[in-house]
């Protein structure tokens, strides 16, 4: 018999997965959920190297060599692990041989996936055998889109009764005082969304209907192209990113799902706990914008979509983008991703302006109450994440029968009534009131 290690991270020596490895090995110890890990990847001198990268004293940790391009190899990862994290991206490309491996040998999966195509085809096509050999499926375990998850049932928690809320947009600003650069695989799969657009559609035309939540009052009209937020001192301009579509599958299945889902062994007190979480979440219309501190900034912005919605349609043009990103994208993104001074002078922050009624009585008219509230944290994509991703991966190993058997979820339906917000918090991402009027 092989052994089985608590998380096996695949994809390690990847860009982003040598920062999910530095980021695990914190957390490595007898008295932690965490007593074994493995790294798993298509070489095996390369996942060396990222541990001695990763860590100063290089600790003994098994390697697996597995390849998107050859299931049994996933297959024999998969039946090595209780949980796999997978880093391999664009998922679109190489996710779904390793959501199938994880779901065949029961054991479960959590990911980094910032793909509305990909994370609703899993569910659509594994939903029921995940369910059945008690896999638990989560994609979207990073900056993607956990922060927005979150950061709207915070908003709507801070909603007391007779108050009740509509809408809540959000806004993302990234800091730095160096350049912003962004990691080339959100600028694949961001080129390749647009490329497969049509596919998105059609899957969800062929999907069952979702539960559509009961939201008090009007949907928010759709507004201008830019927008200036005068409260918070932002330009800003519509984010065609998953956090809306993630948060959308959360609010449906809650709405199927009223008190949330029930855990696999949860107790009384825990399904009790479980419950009261949930009955103070408001659904409500959601959004997601860039901002920046200037016009310029978003004007920039703009641009850049324009080039990877424009060019991402034609071959020749995703090719031109996929080969020249630095150029396409006005130094946005870079091949080799950032320099490690620009990670760590790099920080995000995110505004959640939720406006509503002081008493549902007044839904027919115009909201007249807002709370804004705020999540910050350092750079999005190599400490973000996988400080978001860890985290999830220790609620999954400690708190197993408090969640769901198995099934493909969104991060927020599953770890909202966990612990996971005051987690992270204690590990750099904060959650904030800024103010109620």
């Not at 998922?91 to 994370?119: K, N, Q, T």
């Not at 730095?176 to 990691?183: A, E, H, P, T």
């Not at 390749?192 to 939540?213: D, E």
């Amino acid at each position: 018999m092989a052994e089985v290690y608590d998380i096996v991270i695949y994809g390690a020596s990847g860009f982003t997965g040598k920062h999910v490895v530095r980021e695990a090995l914190k957390f490595v110890s007898p008295n932690s959920p965490l007593t074994s890990l493995a790294l798993a990847g298509r070489s095996s001198s390369k996942l060396v190297e990222t541990l001695k990268w990763a860590s100063t004293s290089h600790p003994t940790i098994p390697v697996l060599v597995a390849d998107t391009s050859d299931p049994p190899s996933l297959r024999r990862m998969a039946s090595q692990a209780k949980l796999v994290l997978n880093c391999v991206g664009p998922f679109r490309l190489h996710g779904e041989p390793v959501v199938a491996a994880c779901v065949e040998a029961g054991c479960d999966y959590l990911d980094i996936c910032g793909e509305p195509e990909f994370m609703e085809r899993m569910e659509a096509v594994y939903y029921e055998k995940a369910v059945e050999m008690g896999s638990l499926v989560v994609s979207a375990c990073g900056f993607d889109s956990v922060p927005a998850e979150l950061g709207l049932m915070f908003n709507s928690r801070q909603w007391v009764s007779p108050a009740v809320l509509n809408r809540v947009q959000a806004y993302v600003t990234l800091e730095s005082d160096k350049r912003i650069v962004g990691n080339f695989a959100t600028f694949e799969s961001a080129v390749l969304g647009v490329a497969n657009a049509n596919k998105l559609t059609k899957l969800r035309r062929s999907s069952r209907k979702r539960s559509r939540p009961s939201i008090p009052g009007y949907a928010p009209p759709k507004g201008p192209t830019i927008e200036h937020q005068e409260k918070i001192g932002l330009w800003a301009t519509r984010l065609p990113s998953a956090d809306a579509t993630v948060v959308r599958r959360t609010l449906s299945m809650l709405t199927a799902n009223p008190g949330g889902l029930q855990g696999v062994n949860e107790n009384p007190k825990q399904a009790e706990k479980r419950v009261a979480f949930w009955s103070k979440i408001k659904p409500a219309h959601f959004g997601v914008k860039i901002a920046t501190k200037n016009l310029v900034g978003v004007i920039e912005l703009i641009a850049v979509g324009l080039s990877i919605g424009l060019l991402g349609r034609f071959p020749i043009g995703k090719w031109l983008l996929l080969n020249f990103p630095s150029v396409l994208s006005l130094g946005y993104f870079r091949k080799n991703g950032p320099t490690d001074d620009e990670i760590a002078s790099s920080s995000f922050k995110m505004w959640f302006l939720g406006q509503g009624f002081s008493d549902a009585n007044l839904v027919s008219k115009e909201p007249d109450t807002e709370i804004i509230t705020g999540v910050t944290g350092p750079e999005i994509g190599y400490v973000t994440t996988p400080i978001i991703l860890v985290q999830c991966a220790l609620i999954v190993l400690q708190q197993r029968g408090d969640l769901p058997k198995g099934g493909v979820f969104p991060p927020g339906i599953v770890f909202g009534p966990t612990d996971l917000q005051d987690r992270l918090q204690e590990n750099g991402v904060s959650f904030d009131v800024i103010s109620k009027s």
